[in-house]
């Protein structure tokens, strides 16, 4: 009767509809079937590696809701499968799978109901986390259940298992959801079993708190530039009420430090004892973004140079208080002082809405995550030949014409948005609270395919161009010798200058030369300034000097007009850095030259190479995106070795180097694979907290083998708080 019920529930399960395209493997669907396929069952023998049958069920067919694989043969569902594939709502697994890989489904947040084949035999790390609608999971047999294989599935009311014994669950397999909301339906006679088992006990009874003190040794990152020294007094007792006391001008600090403490006690069961007290002051001997902390039995007390640096400390407060495991928090801190201090100025994360356009909620989130980092400025990519993503009055046709595409590549989505400036303003004024800088991007003279498809004026012989849907780099380019190119730039960056505050414009300025600037040669406007500017020539040099001209002439306005700083992409055709400019390093191999350059030009340099900082790029051979243009892999440990002084110190050709030209350090995430939100965070992360530390903590207290040690309880503290990861996380190590 049992094994009859079983074999009821299992068709059930399967319960598909009838209306799926039904085909051996994807590439029996051409490119159309895919991105409007809703319904999928594939009965073939499925790849799993390179631009496999699951990664053109994630990335090309965009509005899949239900999915069939019930007939299909494959024993792994690899990694990351179906990430983030937000319109999946119904899913059969394959008969015959026997394991199901880490973040397969993660965040599939429409499907409501999973049901395990009997045969599985393991359920890998994050393979469902975050399916939050997910509400009757059917388990058949004993698959072991990694960490947070379904953690933060809030919407799970009913678990139904046929197995007498438990299967084996890691103690995070269910984490984040609240203990008495999911009835487990068991054999009669196995309940007490799963009461008292690991993994499946709390989803029956709230687990208490451990009370543990916290190592800081292990709890920092970045690492702090100094060492902790501990002074002997007695641990504060973290679980006490606490009261905040803070001289004025402090009130941002006094809402994230109260933020802070909510989150990390919120449920918790309080202490008794007298309140702890924090107290948040400034010190101006400091330097603006330094802090002191001083935790004695009595509460905490920070100081920093500004209010960012207060803010710092909030932030290394945040991390004591977590500790070094995967719970939210620990109940003592030991009774420690630290001082602490930035290495760099600036440690900035860069997105590109312009591929794939990112939400403003998502932009705020991130600046949420970036700040508990201390990164402390976002870049945003707002235009490329892909699309424009900023209103501009002037021009409304940019954000009419150039913000909606289908495609990106290979997938056939719509890919539409673009940010008003009340919403640009929004975001600026958001960050400001988490101390995070805003920097707009404008690209020029090339990557401007969206520009000039609106206004074909702007390239040279008023081409019409189509908006771009694949990568790669456009031939057509702004025309230097037409005089409505200088008015556009000019209107375009004096609004943006408007909209952000930021002492810095980003101005682009890269792989104008690559394809060479031919465009130019031809164009009698182009030759007519040439004769001005006295430029004889056709060469790659000469029309370069087009580009120089361009250049000067905005940077001048910027600076003159507006009072910023412009930055841009540093190619070694630049022969002169116009002063007071920051360029990027960020060609792969020619970081020494960049450096040289800048120091040559009494210049600032961001070092954001592309072997160690191009973020979008996989973190593993099969890691996301499984396709791509040749990205080399940027492992952690790879991202980790970034020196940002390059090995240039005192005995070096460039002895000031760090002192007077390092500005900071830059992670980029181009954004043509980026698909998802979550895909943003997983390219981004591990790697951006090692970049972090980069950018943050002096050299010689960096160590690859410690960063590993201290990288795990803030991993479990991601995947508790559903910051998303790369997959490889689970694997990989940073030496
Ligand atoms: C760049 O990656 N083209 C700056
Ligand atoms: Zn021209």
């Known amino acids: 009767m049992k094994r009859l019920s079983a074999l009821i529930l299992w068709m059930v ?10 085909v051996r493997r994807m590439a029996d669907l051409d490119a159309a079937a895919k991105a409007d396929a809703t319904h999928i069952a594939l009965t073939g023998t499925l790849s799993t590696a390179g631009n496999s049958d699951f990664r053109q069920l994630r ?7 239900s999915l069939d694989l019930s007939r299909a043969d494959c024993p792994t569902i690899p990694r990351c499968a179906l990430h983030s594939r937000h319109a999946l709502k119904r899913l059969a697994l394959p008969d015959n799978v026997r394991q199901i890989d880490a973040q397969a489904f993660y965040a599939c947040d429409a499907l409501t109901d999973v049901c395990l084949p009997p045969g599985l035999d393991s359920i890998a790390p994050e393979a469902f986390a975050g399916c939050s609608a997910l509400t009757t999971l059917t388990i058949h047999g004993r698959p072991a259940l990694g960490p947070f294989a379904f953690a933060r599935c809030t919407g799970l009311r009913r678990i139904i298992l046929n197995s007498d014994v438990p299967p084996v669950a890691d103690a995070t397999a269910f984490a984040g959801i609240a203990a008495g909301q999911v009835r487990l339906v068991v054999p009669r006679g196995s309940e007490d079993r799963y009461a008292r088992a690991e993994g499946w006990r709390t989803l029956m009874q709230a687990v208490p708190l451990p009370a543990d003190t916290c190592r800081p040794e292990v709890c920092l990152l970045p690492a702090p530039s100094s060492p902790i020294v501990r002074h002997g007094g007695s641990p504060l007792s973290v679980l006490r009420k606490w009261r905040i006391k803070a001289e004025d001008g402090l009130d941002n600090e006094v809402r994230q430090a109260r933020r802070v403490l909510a989150e990390r006690t919120a449920g918790a069961k309080r202490a008794k004892g007298p309140d702890n007290i924090l107290t948040l002051a400034t010190d101006s001997t400091m330097p603006a973004e330094a802090y ?4 004695h ?23 004591l208080l977590r500790g070094d495991a995967g719970n939210p928090m620990c109940a003592y801190v030991p009774a420690l002082t630290l001082d602490d201090a930035p290495r760099t100025a600036m440690r900035e994360l860069m997105v590109d809405p312009a591929r794939i356009f990112i939400p403003l909620p998502v932009l705020k989130d991130f600046v949420v995550e970036m700040a508990r980092w201390k990164y402390n400025a976002l870049h945003l990519h707002l235009v490329d030949d892909q699309a424009w993503r900023i209103e501009i009055k002037r021009y409304p046709e940019l954000t009419q014409q150039a913000s909606e595409r289908t495609g990106m590549d290979d997938m056939l989505m719509p890919i539409s948005g673009y940010y008003t400036q009340d919403e640009m303003r929004e975001l600026v004024r958001f960050a400001a609270d988490y101390h995070v800088d805003i920097i ?25 161009v189509p908006i771009r849907t694949t990568c790669g780099v456009s031939n057509e380019l702004l025309c230097p010798g037409e005089p409505f190119v200088y008015e556009f730039l000019g209107n375009v960056l004096g609004e943006l200058a408007a909209v952000f505050p930021s002492p810095y414009v980003h101005l682009g300025g890269d792989e104008a030369g690559n394809p060479a600037l031919g465009c130019w040669t031809d164009c009698p406007k182009c030759r007519a300034l040439k004769r001005r500017l006295g430029i004889d020539g056709d060469r790659r040099e000469d029309n370069w000097r087009l580009q120089e001209h361009l250049f000067n002439s905005i940077i001048d306005t910027l600076r003159t007009k507006h009072g910023k700083t412009p930055m841009f992409w540093y190619e070694t055709d630049f022969k002169r850095i116009p002063e007071g400019c920051i360029v990027f390093a960020w060609r792969h191999g020619l970081t020494a030259a960049a450096i040289r350059a800048a120091v040559a030009n009494d210049a600032r340099i961001m070092l954001c190479p592309g072997e160690h900082c191009y973020l979008d790029y996989p973190m593993a051979g099969g890691d996301m995106p499984e396709v791509n243009w040749g990205m080399p892999i940027t492992s952690l440990a790879q991202t980790y070795r970034l020196d940002p002084a390059w090995g240039f110190g005192p005995a070096s050709d460039c002895p000031t180097f760090e002192e007077r030209h ?8 181009w954004s043509e694979c980026i698909n998802s939100p979550e895909r943003l965070y997983y390219q981004a992360f591990p790697r951006a907290l090692a970049l972090a530390e980069a950018g943050w903590t002096p050299q010689a207290r960096r160590d690859a083998a410690d960063f590993d040690r201290r990288l795990q309880a803030a991993l479990r503290d991601m995947a508790r708080r559903g910051i998303c990861r790369s997959a490889v996380t689970w694997q990989q190590a940073a030496h």
């Open 13 to 22: 399960c399967l319960t598909m509809p009838l209306a799926a395209q039904t």
């Open 59 to 65: 990335d090309l067919c965009w509005q899949l809701e």
């Open 292 to 295: 002191h902390i001083y935790i």
């Open 297 to 319: 039995a009595r509460g905490a007390d920070i100081k920093g140079g500004s209010a960012a640096g207060v803010f710092y400390g909030v932030m290394t407060l945040d991390q």
């Open 440 to 464: 707009p991007e404008i690209e020029m003279p090339g990557h401007e395919v969206a520009a000039i498809h609106c206004f074909p004026q702007l390239t040279c012989g008023a081409k019409e």
């Open 662 to 669: 390092l500005a900071g350090v830059a992670g980029t995430l």
